[in-house]
């Protein structure tokens, strides 16, 4: 599967931003589908996570409360809703697909997007 994330941007602290992530091939919806991060001079760290129905999703504990992440399978799309932002949510942020049934480490993820960039200013 391929992956093509887009949406990042600059926004303003408490501001709110969507990333998309388009997938080619039919074989989107056997993947979980995930978002992960990459600060400046940090390691890529899961963010969120869906299972293939998009019917359970899971969240790192930085991001509960103010990040969703959703798919349409139809569309072979997974999205991330970030409201609330905060300075430190500033990253590359990649989408990435896991033949696993859970996947919440950056190892579980076999595909990987280009990834988008969010930089969010105080």
């Known amino acids: 599967v391929q992956l093509q994330a887009s949406g990042g941007g600059l926004v303003q602290a408490g501001g709110c931003l969507t990333l998309?992530?388009?997938?080619?091939?039919?074989?989107?919806?056997?993947?979980?589908m995930g978002w992960l991060r990459q600060a400046p001079g940090k390691e890529r760290e899961f963010v969120a996570g869906?299972?293939?129905?998009?019917?359970?999703?899971y969240y790192a504990d930085f991001v509960k409360g103010r990040f969703t992440i959703s798919r349409d399978n139809a569309k072979n799309t997974v999205y991330l809703q970030m409201n609330s932002l905060k300075p430190e949510d500033t990253a590359v942020y990649y989408c990435?697909?896991?033949?696993?049934?859970?996947?919440?480490?950056?190892?579980?993820?076999?595909?990987w997007g280009q990834g988008t960039l969010v930089t969010v200013s105080s």
């Open positions: 990435a697909a896991a033949s696993a049934r859970y996947a919440s480490r950056r190892l579980d993820y076999d595909y």
């Open positions: 998309s992530c388009a997938a080619s091939g039919r074989t989107f919806s056997t993947y979980v």
């Open positions: 869906i299972n293939r129905y998009g019917s359970t999703s």
